[in-house]
């Protein structure tokens, strides 16, 4: 048999794979086209990354080979690369992502760097993690302080399954989930810190219809007309939730950090003040109880 018969029945070398892959995905809006190529090629094969890097000259099984294509389709079509793998990378997490929650996002981990900001790490303390999805902030700020105690509320049994199956793959035993919509259930004077990635994009918002969003959960992105709507509500149920001294903490739009600050001086809050994301614009505002 000569090297090219030989070649013809191991199938596509790997390198030739990943090129003609990254080529495809270099026409989808917002990808990075080698690092999905290689993704989907782990998973397609049960590789590491390292392995596909290492020997480029290797040469696909078919059924790899044709997994790979069908999994290449899918992201073709727009399907978020994070729901086909199921996985998507968190502050230091490795978290299980679902149709049923929003792909967590680096700029949201800006949530995190606050709570974690808060002195006195080894004091024991209660959060909650509103609307946690995937129950990324939850299992974040859970795996950095273990000696906090992290309520992680969603009215989704779909996210909320998801959340709990992340919990116990990290082995948090300091965070649970809870059915709720929004502080409903909480007692009074019971939190020292409430962190929020609510839903704050205006239903007639045209990148609704952009990038990944069409695929993501709309109820978790969009609370209506109104952008603010789930932040009003929180802001006002936080008052009542708070210790004194306590910290809200809600991500928003980037243009929405004066209105959330106005929202959060109507209901009591002091000092609200916003900050940026790594991009420079306004993402998380917080204020005092």
């Known amino acids: 048999m000569n090297t090219d018969t030989l070649a013809d029945t191991q199938g596509q070398r790997v390198d030739q794979t990943l090129r003609d892959a990254a080529d495809a995905l270099a026409n989808l809006p917002q990808s990075a086209p080698r690092l999905e190529a290689e993704l989907l090629l782990t998973q397609a094969t049960c590789w590491s990354r390292s392995r596909l890097i290492a020997w480029p000259e290797a040469h696909l099984e078919p059924v790899a080979a044709a997994r ?6 899918r992201r073709l079509a727009g399907e978020p690369i994070a729901y086909i793998r199921g996985r998507q990378a968190f502050w230091t997490l490795d978290l299980k992502v679902t149709p049923d929650t929003l792909i967590p996002r680096p700029e949201t981990e800006l949530l995190v760097e606050i709570a974690l900001e808060l002195p006195d790490p080894d004091r024991p303390r209660r959060v909650a993690d509103l609307g946690t999805g995937s129950g990324a902030i939850a299992a974040a700020v859970a795996s950095e302080r273990p000696a906090w105690q992290v309520i992680a509320t969603d009215r989704s049994a779909g996210a909320l399954a998801v959340a709990r199956a992340n919990f116990r793959d990290l082995g948090l035993a300091n965070v649970g989930p809870l059915r709720a919509d929004w502080l409903s259930p909480i007692a009074s004077c019971s939190l020292d810190l409430i962190l929020a990635n609510p839903p ?61 600050r106005g929202l959060f001086r109507d209901h009591g809050l002091r000092d609200p003040q916003t900050r940026h994301d790594l991009a420079g614009l306004d993402r998380v505002t917080l204020g005092q109880l």
């Open 68 to 73: 790979f294509d069908a999994l290449l389709a």
């Open 200 to 260: 704050y994009v205006a239903a007639a918002d045209p990148h609704l219809d952009q990038g990944d969003l069409p695929h993501e959960p709309r109820a978790a992105l969009t609370p209506g007309p109104d952008g603010l709507a789930a932040i009003r509500r929180i802001a006002a149920e936080a008052v009542r939730c708070l210790r004194p001294g306590g910290l809200l903490a809600v991500e928003h739009g980037f243009d929405q950090g004066a209105a959330v």
